[in-house]
């Protein structure tokens, strides 16, 4: 896959990527949007290492271009990672408001 033949050349998708989707975002938050929500669908699936260079960076990246606020309202930011329940413990340290747990996740 052209993540592992071209890292450098993926890195590059993501880094656009995560920037059009902040962008985006900050956008529906300009529009009125009281709550945004990034989703990984795909994160899930990758192997240790691989989320966290390949997905958990780009999360963190979109997080950290987020308005926090838009008049005088504060705007929380919701990540949830199909089948990332593997790295929760890293993703508690994104900058969000609310982690989403998929079927996967005991929460007994």
Known sequence: TLMYSRPDLMHRILEINADAVALYLNTQIEAG???????????????DG???????????????????????QRIPSLVFTKGGGLWLPEMAGLN???????WTMNLG
């Open 50 to 72: 691989a989320f966290q260079q390949f997905s958990l960076a780009y999360t963190a990246r979109v997080l950290s271009q987020l308005k926090t606020e838009h008049n005088g």
């Open 96 to 102: 969000c408001d609310v982690l989403g747990l998929d």
């Open 33 to 47: 949007a009281q709550a945004v929500m990034v989703f990984d669908s795909w994160g899930g699936v990758l192997a």
